[in-house]
Nanobody
Framework: QVQLVESGGGEVQAGGSLRLACVMS??????????MAWFRQAPGKEREFVAR????????TIADSMRGRFTISRDNAESTVYLRIDRLNPEDTATYYC????????????????WGQGTQVTVLS
């Protein structure tokens, strides 16, 4: 059973940066056969797509509103996907989730095969 564990969240001052990590374990398939994605959910709001990287690492997809500040990357040898967020602002406060999809490029959250429990990011103004 695939397990995803996020880390790297916390409280940060506006203008700062964070790098979130998500490690996969428990899969009988190779990590580099998964599309990996990040979503976020702020209190009282729906889950929102942030970024996606397919198994080859190219192409990546970043939500339009997040381009320029959000960077997704992956280390297949470490079964880890990262999300770097620069110039954080209070509107970035949310729980950030990673998700995995085997050999596919999902267009909806429901199409992902596995989700992590999330890591909380709180941006202080």
């Amino acid at each position: 059973q695939v397990q995803l564990v996020e880390s790297g969240g916390g409280e940060v001052q506006a203008g700062g940066s964070l790098r979130l990590a998500c490690v996969m374990s428990g899969s009988r398939r190779l990590f580099d056969q998964y599309t990996m994605a990040w979503f976020r959910q702020a209190p009282g709001k729906e889950r929102e797509f942030v970024a996606r990287m397919n198994w080859h690492g190219v192409p990546t997809t970043i939500a339009d509103s997040m381009r320029g500040r959000f960077t997704i990357s992956r280390d297949n040898a470490e079964s880890t996907v990262y999300l770097r967020i620069d110039r954080l602002n209070p509107e970035d406060t949310a729980t950030y989730y990673c998700a995995a999809a085997y050999w596919s490029l999902p267009e909806t959250p429901s199409a992902y095969d596995a989700w992590g429990q999330g890591t909380q990011v709180t941006v202080l103004s």
